[in-house]
């Protein structure tokens, strides 16, 4: 054979390798740069002016378009059909940092009142040493607190809400590995399990991912199914020996999970089960395991917090529409800006959801996959198990979005990436960008508080003597950080809930703070209080402020405190006892229920 | 300071007691390799810290060294039963 009939196979391979050389080093270039861009952009956002649509609206340009830059950049690389796991990752990275960690670099104080109480569990565990299953809830589930106050401990943190900050980003970047994995398992072509991936993490708006118990165990869930898919599926190349070390590694993870949280154990139940329904699990035995560790827990281990309360448990057990009631319409009410963020959830979860049921005839017409579609299917029940305070929906959502996504991404890549689909394909993922952007972040203004809030809440707190009694009108603040168990907090709407009253009234207050020594008792009320009464409709808009006025004019209150966030009041001497002699309840509390 | 003892504390009670004992499978991914002990990780290290809470005993110290038995516990096990990566057994 001639040099010349040689030549163009022995260029044109050059020519493709430096192509794909080309291609993979801008796949990890170009998020670098978009994460770079983002950083030097992001600071330029102004809070100040956030209302009701919360932090979407506020976004500089160079955020938005760090975002559409990175998600073009992803479609090119997804057209290439062959994304380096480094490629990939790079672009997750860059995601997950930029739609997960704008706000926590924006805001002065870690967001969400929960991720406050959360701290403070920790920080009584790491105080106390022990665990008094009788405080609430959370010390019947304790696991991620106690997790929390080692690590808090033993690095020698001043306070466990020192790791909280970035917790969102962190959570979600420790659910790639296992995400990828489930993908790579059940999921037809390599570019089509990228997609899955990336549509996860543009679903993923329901703000599970703070620092919180399920937070921790959604990752626990995801890697118990990930193991299953990949090592204990028949037809897979597994050793008995490897079988066995994946169905213990599950169990383990499933005893820790069984004590952190109490919904993901039945979804990880349920995600078991279906895999081994659809004949995708040769570990028959494990959803068996799984439900007995959950009686177990539930039955041993909660009996002081289930006492008394079982009833109203298992009340909602069945009762679909008080469920629906409960997730859907009670959630569209507040204002006209929050209806509308209330509006693009639904239409976020019910487009994810549609695409995903269309992704769903497509694996099982063309690949007979099942397992998909059944994990998808599987959180489903839970809905006709509790309301969870509303919040079922939401976590049904979450616990379906990995195998909702990926059968998303079926549907939108079901071959050839041509120009013009790639067009359509950028496209749907910027309208995500943007009901992401909207859903996640359209509560910002009641999720966001201030310094001066944290540091008047603190001084209160450090005045008060033990089993003394902070009433808020709203739950809505960044308290219970510290001396968690220490004192009483009462929140005003929850009583006027249970009383049957639509306003705040004076006289709910003085039961709940009358004949309490001096300093035992402050009523406060803070901006983010505010904001979360209007935004959602607790109470008619100026509701709180009136209360306030009453309390000024009233002889019966004192104001206590005032700054641009806080405003504080005790009661006068009018309502106030005598000390008690009583040392182990100076405050004259006992009996007072936290509300 | 604190910082540095922060990401050492991370790594001894969220990688190193599940490192050993996930070697029992053979991954074909690192990155699931790794999730995979941190999961387990998490897992031993709650269960350490409710046990000690839950009989009185928790101190940093307990916990620290009920989680540095446990890995020690794993290393003849691991030895064991490690089998050789995927990869390396393809031909």
């Known amino acids: 054979m001639s040099a010349e009939a040689l030549r163009p196979s022995f260029v044109l391979p050059a020519v493709r390798v430096t192509a794909d050389g080309f291609a993979h080093a801008a796949g990890v270039v170009v998020p670098a740069g978009v994460a770079l861009l983002w950083s030097a952009t992001v600071l330029g956002t ?265 009833h109203e448990l298992l009340a909602g057990i069945g009762d679909v529409g008080r469920s629906a009631n409960a997730n859907v319409a009670e959630r569209l009410q507040g204002s006209d800006e929050h209806l509308l963020i209330v509006r693009i959830r639904l239409l976020m979860t019910g487009g994810l959801w549609a695409l995903a049921l269309f992704g769903a005839v497509r694996v099982v017409r063309t690949h007979r996959n099942l397992a998909l579609p059944a994990l998808a299917a599987a959180p489903f029940p839970l809905l006709a198990f509790q309301p969870y305070g509303g919040e079922m929906l939401l976590r049904v959502y979450l616990f379906a979005l990995p195998f909702a996504a990926a059968l998303a991404a079926v549907a939108l890549l079901p071959g050839r990436l041509g120009r013009v689909r790639s067009v359509a394909l950028f496209t749907a993922m910027m309208l995500m960008v943007g009901g992401f952007l909207f859903s996640r972040y359209g509560n910002e203004r009641i999720n966001t508080f201030t310094e001066g809030e944290v540091r008047a809440i603190d001084r209160l707190v450090d005045r008060t003597p033990q089993g003394g009694v902070l009433v808020a009108a709203t739950a809505n603040l960044p308290w219970r950080g510290t001396a968690y168990a220490d004192h009483h907090y009462v929140v005003l709407s929850r009583v006027e809930s249970v009383r049957g009253h639509a306003l705040p009234r004076i006289e709910d207050l003085l039961s709940v703070v009358e004949g309490r020594p001096p300093g035992c008792a402050h009523v406060l009320f803070t901006t983010s209080q505010r904001a979360y009464a209007e935004l959602l409709g607790v109470w008619p808009a100026g509701a709180i402020e009136r209360l306030e006025s009453q309390m000024r004019r009233s002889p019966l209150f004192e104001l206590e405190m005032e700054t641009r966030d806080v405003v504080a009041f005790k009661p006068s001497r009018r309502l106030t006892d005598e000390p008690t002699t009583d040392r182990s309840d100076p405050c004259n509390t006992r009996g007072l229920e936290d509300a | 300071m604190i910082l540095a003892r922060t990401f050492v504390v991370l790594g001894l009670v969220l990688l190193v007691p599940g490192w050993a004992w996930v070697r029992m499978v053979r991954f074909d991914s690192k990155s699931f390799e790794i999730a995979t002990a941190v999961a387990l990780s998490a897992a031993i290290s709650t269960l350490v810290s409710l046990g000690l809470l839950y009989a009185g005993l928790w101190s940093p110290p307990a916990v620290a060294l009920v989680l540095g038995l446990v890995t020690l516990a794993s290393v003849p096990v691991s030895r064991r039963a490690t089998l050789p990566s995927r990869k390396a057994s393809v031909p």
């Not at chain 1, 028949?234 to 069984?258: D, H, K, N």
């Open chain 1, 46 to 310: 102004d809070l100040s002016h956030m209302g009701d649509l919360g932090l979407a609206p506020l976004l500089p340009a160079g955020v938005l378009a760090a975002i559409g830059i990175l998600c073009a950049s992803f479609c090119v690389q997804l057209r290439t059909g062959r994304m380096r796991t480094v490629v990939g990752v790079a672009h997750v990275a860059a995601l997950v940092l930029i739609l997960y960690g704008t706000p926590i670099v924006l805001e002065a104080v870690p967001r969400l009142n929960v991720t406050w109480r959360h701290a403070g569990i920790a920080d009584q565990l790491a105080r106390t040493g022990h665990i008094d299953r009788t405080i609430d809830a959370y010390f019947n589930w304790p696991g991620f607190f106690a997790l929390v106050a080692t690590i808090s401990s033993l690095a020698g943190l001043d306070h466990p809400m020192q790791l909280a900050p970035w917790a969102s980003v962190y959570f979600n970047l420790l659910y790639l590995a296992p995400l990828l994995v489930i993908a790579r398992s059940l999921v037809p072509a390599p570019r089509t399990q990228w997609l899955a991936v990336w549509l996860f993490y543009l679903g993923n708006w329901i703000n599970q991912d703070y620092f919180a118990p399920q937070a921790e165990a959604l990752f626990l869930f995801l890697v118990i199914v990930a193991l299953g898919v990949r090592y204990l599926s028949p037809g897979t190349e597994t050793s008995p020996r490897e079988r066995a070390a994946a169905v213990l590694i599950s169990v383990a993870l499933m005893a820790a999970m069984v004590t952190t949280h109490q919904l993901t154990p039945l979804a990880a139940f349920a995600a078991a089960g279906a895999l081994v329904l659809v004949n995708r699990s040769r570990a028959l035995g494990l959803p068996v395991i799984f439900a007995v560790m959950v009686v177990a827990w539930v039955s041993v281990m909660t009996e002081p917090f289930l006492a008394g309360r079982i």
